[in-house]
């Protein structure tokens, strides 16, 4: 067997094997699961019922054959019903965030990031490759958000940190020279920069920290984890999820 034969034999196995897969799935009872979204552009938009996580949903919806029923809700009720038993999946949460919540859930396999990145006003970047780099600095942060990494800093007044009520806030406020620097989820600091035209001067700096999130699944439907987690591993190999963030300018 030449190796063009041989690369021809491996591909076509490799496209039965997601063949059988994907019939796999659909050969099983197929299941309807309350999804708790807020709005929060570019990951989720309520405006339209789009955005990055309404295409993954909506591609695992076409693989597995389940049903997903997206409704949203302001921030705080999400994890409140999430503990009642009234919904079934939260996106995009990393394991430590809710391990406090009288329902930590169950997790699928990492399907995305939240990284959060420093965002400079224009002429004002700098290298920040440890947080005592931060020193004596003034930096927006978004209100009620954690910063671990800073902490420190932040408790000894090393750091001065300034809120805003949202991300969108502190990018606005830094388009006017209100900040010098500010830290932001980096997907929206992209998607913002590119769908706002002040915003294209901002200048994106380095990584403050990253984490691996998955789907927070309620207990009660442990048994389906394999099932979601086998959907997942199949759209990021196919690249499906990769795209569906660069379709929004996102690229982590």
């Known amino acids: 067997m030449t190796r ?6 491996k591909g076509l196995l490799k496209t039965l094997g ?3 897969l994907c019939w796999f799935m659909h050969s099983a009872h197929a299941d309807t ?3 708790g979204f807020y709005d929060y552009p ?9 955005g990055i996580y309404q295409d993954i949903f909506d591609a695992l919806a076409t693989l597995t054959g389940d049903h997903f029923n997206v409704q949203y809700y302001p921030y705080p009720r999400i994890g409140l019903l999430f503990n009642e038993g009234k919904l079934d999946i939260e996106p995009g949460v990393y394991p430590g965030w809710v391990r406090d919540q009288s329902t930590p859930g169950v ?9 959060d990145v420093l965002v400079f006003a224009p002429h004002k970047a700098f290298a ?11 930096v927006g942060m978004v209100r009620g958000y954690a910063y671990p990494e800073l902490a420190t800093l932040v408790a000894s007044g090393q750091l001065d940190r300034r809120n805003g009520l949202n991300e969108q806030q502190l990018l606005s406020m830094l388009a006017k020279s209100r900040f010098d620097q500010i830290i932001v989820n980096k997907a929206i600091a992209q998607y913002h920069r590119r769908e706002v035209p002040e915003y294209r001067q901002l200048e994106i700096g380095d990584v403050i920290s990253s ?3 998955s789907m927070r699944v309620h207990p ?32 982590l």
């Open 4 to 9: 063009i034969e041989g690369n021809t034999v």
């Open 18 to 20: 997601a063949l059988c």
């Open 33 to 35: 699961f309350e999804v």
């Open 42 to 50: 570019p990951m989720m938009i309520e405006d339209g019922r789009r």
């Open 107 to 115: 997790f699928s396999v990492p399907f995305g990031k939240v990284v």
């Open 128 to 138: 920040v490759k440890q947080p005592e780099d931060l020193r004596g600095k003034s």
């Open 211 to 213: 984490y691996d999130v």
């Open 220 to 251: 009660a439907h442990a048994a389906w984890l394999n099932k979601l987690d086998a959907a997942i591993v199949q759209l990021k190999q196919q690249g499906t999820i990769e795209k569906i963030y660069a379709a929004y300018g996102v690229h």
